[in-house]
């Protein structure tokens, strides 16, 4: 088994599999940045997904802006250009894609000998707010460029036992 | 042909009967095992496609409770599921489900899995 259950690890496992979920579900492409700081997103939705076991918890967290968040809900839903989506409709295709990122990283650790289960997925919406990892917790940041638009992909981990 | 979808995100119930708006088939929608399980029960449809991870019960238990059923087993059942992990692919397919599709997932592929288990008939081009 080539893969390693650390942070650089689930790392490069986000990094391909949210380009396959942004390219099948919204058509759209996601090219990893070399940017280590999150960029300032005004008028954020992020979604949040949990995942715990008896080796490794945490969540996956995943920011994006409002504009970008309602057309991705466009294309998901296949909603005509003048019929933009609500709030509700926005932040269940956010939940839905954590909830396929999480699901994707489960799979993964499961398969890399850390089980776990995965909450179902919560939305956060506001203008200014940071998520600050607990002690002792790792966390992995991961800036994708979507046209103009920047996404982003936070994982926070706790490895029991270590 | 009726298909009834069992999730708990709205999206993906849209994407699931978007997949299928030139076939001639009807839909019915719950958005967890335990309405999914009475829904079943109420509109005895020709196949189920099955979310895992939802509220108030989740896939595994309604596909267990199903399959307990002697009125319901005989449906049968697609997991839709954003979990691929070898250890919820086999304990899924122990509880006899007929096949299942990983999210993200293409509607072309969601198509292709359902044409293998039920008939799917293109709908008539309009007069």
């Known amino acids: 088994m080539n893969q390693t259950l650390d942070l650089s690890g689930i790392r490069n496992f986000m990094k391909g599999h949210l380009t396959e979920v942004f390219t099948t579900m919204l058509s759209q492409d996601a090219v990893l940045t070399p940017e280590q700081d999150v960029p300032k997103i005004t008028d954020r939705v992020s979604g949040s997904v949990g995942f715990g076991g008896d080796d490794i918890n945490g969540a996956v967290y995943l920011h994006m802006s409002a504009s970008f968040a309602s057309r991705a809900a466009s294309v998901m839903l296949g909603l005509p250009a003048e019929e933009p989506p609500g709030d509700a409709e926005v932040n269940d295709v956010v939940g839905e894609v954590s909830n396929m990122l999480a699901g994707g990283l489960k799979s993964w650790l499961c398969d890399t000998g850390a089980p776990c289960a995965i909450s179902t997925p919560g939305i956060i919406r506001g203008a200014s707010f940071q998520i600050e990892p607990m002690p002792g917790v790792e966390q992995t940041i991961l800036v994708f460029q979507c046209n103009s638009d920047f996404v982003v992909v936070e994982v926070h981990v706790k490895f029991n036992n270590r | 042909m009726k298909i009834l979808s069992v999730d708990d995100s709205r999206t993906i119930r849209i994407i699931v009967k978007r997949a299928f708006q030139n076939y001639d088939c009807t839909f019915c929608e719950a958005t967890n095992g335990e309405e999914g399980l009475a829904a079943a029960a109420k509109e005895n449809p020709d196949i189920i496609i099955l979310d895992v991870t939802m509220p108030v019960m989740d896939g595994v238990t309604m596909l267990t409770k199903l399959k307990e059923d002697p009125a319901l087993k005989a449906i049968p059942v697609i997991m839709l599921t954003a979990e691929s992990g070898r250890e919820n ?39």
Do not use: H
């Open chain 2, 89 to 127: 692919v086999l304990q899924i397919a122990k509880l006899g489900v007929r096949d299942y599709l990983v999210k993200p997932f293409k509607e072309t592929e969601l198509i292709e899995k359902v044409s293998r288990i039920i008939n799917l008939q293109k709908k008539a081009p309009a007069a």
